[in-house]
């Protein structure tokens, strides 16, 4: 069985390490999230954690709810919001241990994800993704648009691509170009409204795997 908790916990550690790496600038712009630096992707991701914790999920995944926890970071070095992060992470990541993989509780495992490949892209490294993730990715991924598929009244769709590029197409971190070369069963133009979850990439991020 898919372990989340799992998941989350080997990115938590990977990204914390690269956060607080020598000679990072927490004020660098992370194409993916224009408006943030790598300190408010931290911040973000700690927030997330804190907030799942201790039941603040008012408003989720809403931009008010996001800015919130930016906002709330904004005082502390990347060094104390990772110290943060660990005590509410452990105990999110008991509850995704026990959860449905393909229920909500995988938005937060995909969250975190996210955002380790947007900083790792802003970093200028490359995508690293194992596969137990990526088929766990693609398959959720997959659901939720079949799902947001049919709330449409649209006819079914199959999409024949690697699970990398419907993940991060689904998010947002593709250009609709991107997105519309990918093996679609049929004309992609009705589906790109329900397939974008966070909107088109205004260009390419020109990820490196």
Not at 80 to 108: C, I, N, Q, R, T
Not at 145 to 157: I, K, M, N, Q, Y
Request: one cysteine or more; charged letters at 25%.
């Amino acid at each position: 069985m898919t372990d989340l908790g799992g998941m989350y916990r080997a990115a938590r550690v990977r990204t914390s390490a690269l956060v607080t790496a020598d000679g990072v600038d927490p004020d660098l712009v992370v194409a993916a999230t224009p408006e943030w630096t790598v300190h408010d992707v931290v911040a973000h991701l700690v927030g997330v954690a804190t907030d799942a914790a201790t039941g603040n999920m008012a408003g989720a995944p809403g931009d008010e709810w996001t800015a919130a926890q930016v906002r709330r970071g904004a005082g502390k070095s990347i060094a104390e919001l990772v110290d943060e992060w660990g005590p509410h992470a452990e105990l999110m990541e008991g509850f995704l241990s026990g959860a449905d993989p393909y229920s909500g509780a995988g938005a937060g495992v995909l969250d975190i994800h996210t955002h380790e490949a947007d900083l790792r892209t802003a970093m200028g490294l490359p995508l690293e993704f194992d596969e137990e993730f990526l088929a766990f990715a693609g398959e959720w991924v997959r659901r939720a648009f079949r799902s947001r598929v049919d709330e449409a009244g649209l006819s079914p769709v199959e999409l024949d691509c690697d699970d990398l590029s419907v993940f991060r197409g689904l998010f947002g971190r593709r250009t609709e170009a991107e997105v519309c070369a990918l093996g679609w069963s049929s004309d992609p133009a009705p589906y790109l409204d329900v397939f974008f979850v966070f909107g088109r990439a205004p260009e390419s991020l020109g990820e490196r795997v």
